[in-house]
């Protein structure tokens, strides 16, 4: 093993957390947690060969080289390459994320009066290809039809739909009907239940008893592997980037969350109007606000598979915070309501306008208690 020649599978990425490492298989679309000593151990090998490494590496620690190298081997990490090829001819993977649309999102919050006919002109000339509607119960979910059918032509690739609740609808005609709708979720229900499921979780229709409202909570089912959210995630914000919210009343603005408002759909003349709004640099305040320089996420380990909805807040030129905390502690490695869960400022983390602090003794106190060495 340590005269042969090796080299890191180029698609898988190793990101580090504060405790522990994800490893992102992109082309598997998984992830898996390793400690961090393995990403070191990557990275090191991704420089120099394998017997340079053992070879600068003490007795005591041998063992755990050894492990991590079986380990790493038997995932398909790193692989073997004949003595004669150099590692150069691995090349890194592109990591520019480039888009073809101005617009992947629009967001509607739709009512009676909405102007469809615009939409779909606007859609077209954004070169935009997913839409979510969202409806309230004074809306007539009946008249979601003749919207669909305003779009259906466009190519549009996904339309997602979350509705109220009216009794006596049949949504599973709506997705027999419009193939390209990827899910009905339907709110203020009386039971939480799926109507329709799919294999591949496409045109899914659910019911929740919940209420429609917007909330920051993460989830591990909702975070994903793959090439275009891990590119993207390098240098944007994947909640707010290329993202188009209109609302109940024509507002335009970046998404459901953001306080500022651009202009009235209403008031634009031609379709491509929306482009001026849309190129300003305040309409994309926030698309560039990527995890590697807010607080708090850019040590964690889900940083390029967590779509965030917070908005960012600037402390200087380079450092932005959130004033919620996520409901995931990275510097634990715990979810809130698991066993062993302590918020941020339990652990000694404090994040605000005035700064970022780490007690580290703290952490480390609280970490070994809850891991062991
Ligand atoms: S800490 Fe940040 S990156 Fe990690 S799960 Fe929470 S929001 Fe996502």
Known sequence: MINKN?????????IKGFLRTAIYDLPKATYEFVPNAVHDFLRL????????IYRNTTEENKTYLSEYFQYCLEKEYILEIPNEINKKHFPKLNLNFEFPSIISNLVIRVNKDLDFEKIKDILVSLKCFNIQLITDSTFDINKIEQYL?????????????IVAYSPGINYELLTNKYKNI???FIYSAP????IKRHVLGLQQIFTSKNKFEITHIKSLDFFNVNITLFTESQLHNTYFNRKLFIGDKGEIKNSIESPTEFGNINNLKQPDDILKIINSIEFQKYWFI??????????CEFRYMCVDNRIPLQRNEKE????TECNYNPYIAKWRGEKGYKTL???GVTSNQEGFKLNRKKINTINKELWGD
């Open 191 to 194: 039971v939480n239940k799926f």
């Open 345 to 347: 400022s339990e652990c």
């Open 182 to 184: 990827a899910f009905i």
């Open 320 to 323: 932005w915070y959130f004033d």
């Open 45 to 52: 090998l991704s420089q120099k060969s394998f017997s340079q």
């Open 149 to 161: 059918d305003v779009i259906k032509d466009i190519g549009l690739h996904s339309i997602e739909l």
């Open 290 to 299: 990527h995890k590697g320089i807010i607080d708090v996420c850019k040590q």
């Open 6 to 14: 090796y080299c890191v599978t180029t698609t898988c990425f190793p």
